[in-house]
């Protein structure tokens, strides 16, 4: 059993920072606890810095080799959700959300008699009926999940 390396893990969470020879403060760039390869310890730092060490958010930013932006946005996740409002999120949508239940029905009536699916064809007839661009893959998706079931 290999074991992973504290970088790869990082890469798997989102959370390996892009730029870690940007950060420049002196406290990361000596081996120990401080990792510039940790975006959640980067920003948390960051952070403390500016809040503890009276620091302005702009020069605290640029300490850590992030931009203003980045600071008011952990700034915000952080007091809206704690230590994990710093974890990275993951994007895009979190569902199926064009294929509600009306877009499923109209798929389910079109399959085919065998119940084989035309993909690109039902695509192209749930956006005439109903106005909603769907992609083909999505279609298929969700049929194998409605058969799994």
Avoid: C
């Avoid at 500016?50 to 702009?58: I, L, P, Q, V, Y």
């Avoid at 080799?65 to 230590?83: H, K, N, P, V, W």
């Amino acid at each position: 059993m290999t074991k992973e390396s504290k970088p790869d893990r990082l890469r798997q969470m989102g959370a390996l920072n892009p730029k870690p020879e940007s950060v420049r403060a002196p406290w990361f760039r000596e081996a120990g606890f401080f990792d510039p390869l940790d975006l959640v310890q980067v920003k948390y730092e960051m952070l403390r810095h500016a809040r503890e060490d009276g620091t302005n958010k702009a020069d605290a930013a640029a300490l850590f080799g992030l931009s203003r932006q980045t600071y008011y946005q952990a700034e915000a996740a952080f007091e809206r959700d704690g230590m994990s409002g710093l974890l990275p999120r993951t994007r895009g949508p979190k569902s199926a959300h064009k294929l509600t239940g009306e877009v499923m029905r109209l798929v389910e009536e079109h399959l085919d008699a065998n119940g084989q699916l035309q993909a690109r064809s039902l695509a192209d007839l749930v956006h005439s009926r109903l106005g909603i661009s769907v992609h083909p893959r999505s279609i298929e998706r969700a049929v194998a999940r409605k058969k799994k079931r």
